[in-house]
Every structure is written in C-alpha cells, then in structure tokens.
Antibody
Framework: QLQLQESGPGLVKASETLSLTCAVS??????????WGWIRQPPGKGLEWIGN???????YYNPSLKSRVTISVDTSKNQFSLKLSSVTAADTAVYYC????????WGQGTLVTVSS | QAGLTQPPSVSNDLRQTATLTCTGN????????AAWLQQHQGHPPKLLSYRNNNRPSGISERFSASRSGNTASLTITGLQPEDEADYYCSAWDSSLSAVVFGGGTKLTVL
C-alpha cells in the first residue's frame, strides 16, 4: 500500500523559507505514470494546489506562488521536497503531499504556522 | 488562478439523494473531466472518483460522478450520516498547465 508522509518544521518565521519533505513508501517515486505534488489548506478554507514534480524533475507550479516555490525530487531516497520562500502569515496552512494527477494517495498533512 | 465553481453548501435528508455540481470550462472540466474528493474535519481528502466516474476500490457505489459539457456532478444516493463532509472537485487545466480546485461544498445530512 502506497504511503506518503510529510515532515518538516511546524513553525516558520515570517520572511524565512518553509521547507517540507514527503517520503514515499510502498511504491516507487520513479513510476512513469504519476506526478507528485503539494497542496495546502489554510485553516477553515479550501484546497490550494502548489505544484507538481515528475521523477525526471520537470515541474508545474501554481502561477500565484511560482516566484516563491521550488519543488525537487530525490529518487534515491524516494522522496520529494517543497521550499516556499519569503513566507507570511497567509502561508499558514496544513500542507499535504499527494500523488497526482489522480489525487488518490495523500499524506496526513502537516500544519505549518508562520509567526511574525 | 481561475478555479472551479461549487455551491458552498448542499443539504438533504437521510436516505435521500444529493447532487453536487462543479463548473469549469473547456480547458479543465470540459477537457479531461474532474476528480471528486471527500474531506472530513481534521482528515486529508479522500478520492471518490477520478476523471468523472472512475471509482477507486473501496469507494461505495452510492457515489457516482458524471459530466455534461463543462459541468461535473457527484451524486450521492441513500445519504448516510457519515456522508456529511466537505466535497471538492479538481481538474487539470490545460491552458494554465495547473491543477485547479473548486472552493468546496459542505454537505449536511438532515
């Protein structure tokens, strides 16, 4: 059974960089049929797509976040990562990693709070 | 980023049928169809249907998805208390090269 697990700091200071990693187990991140991505959900709000990455490293990013987002993949560790720079309170959210485009497997999510 | 349009709330009686809608355009829903996700409070979203009516294993047949033009629909028959949740639709937008989500519909089972 495929499992995804997010990890990273739960508290980030404003103007700094948020960094999260998603470890994939039970399957290979190099599977050519899938992308891997990050999605976030501010408290009490809806889902917002952040971006996708393919095992080869090709990426798609949300245009509204593109200038601040970097998603990378490490196939040797079967994991992918998110970096979001210059964070503000508006970036406080539960961050999920998921298998795309099917959205059939999700991590449990990790709450990241941006402090001033 | 343009999103998909969902009604904020839908309600219906226990054991009745609820239909949720998701409106996009020819670049997203009208192109490759939509996925439907169910989210209970405090939990990650769960895939109910992919590209209109491909249900993952383990998803009840009470959940049925369809599409007409640029609008996708999720029909839930025989409403149960556990169906009370937030429902999101999602699609790939080929003109934006982006995943787009609807704002979500809160389903209340009366």
């Amino acid at each position: 059974q495929l499992q995804l697990q997010e990890s990273g700091p739960g508290l980030v200071k404003a103007s700094e960089t948020l960094s999260l990693t998603c470890a994939v187990s039970g399957g290979s991140i190099s599977n050519k049929n899938y992308y891997w991505g990050w999605i976030r959900q501010p408290p009490g709000k809806g889902l917002e797509w952040i971006g996708n990455i393919y095992y080869s490293g090709s990426t798609y990013y949300n245009p509204s976040l593109k200038s601040r987002v970097t998603i990378s993949v490490d196939t040797s560790k079967n994991q992918f990562s998110l970096k979001l720079s210059s964070v503000t309170a508006a970036d406080t959210a539960v961050y999920y990693c998921a298998r795309l485009m099917q959205l059939d497997y999700w991590g449990q999510g990790t709450l990241v709070t941006v402090s001033s | 980023q343009a999103g998909l349009t969902q009604p904020p709330s839908v309600s219906n009686d226990l054991r009745q049928t609820a239909t949720l809608t998701c409106t996009g355009n020819s670049n997203n829903v009208g192109n490759l169809g939509a996925a439907w996700l169910q989210q209970h409070q405090g939990h990650p979203p769960k895939l109910l249907s992919y590209r209109n009516n491909n249900r993952p294993s383990g998803i009840s047949e009470r959940f049925s998805a369809s599409r007409s033009g640029n609008t996708a629909s999720l029909t839930i028959t025989g409403l149960q208390p556990e169906d009370e949740a937030d429902y999101y639709c999602s699609a790939w937008d080929s003109s934006l090269s982006a995943v787009v989500f609807g704002g979500g519909t809160k389903l209340t089972v009366l």
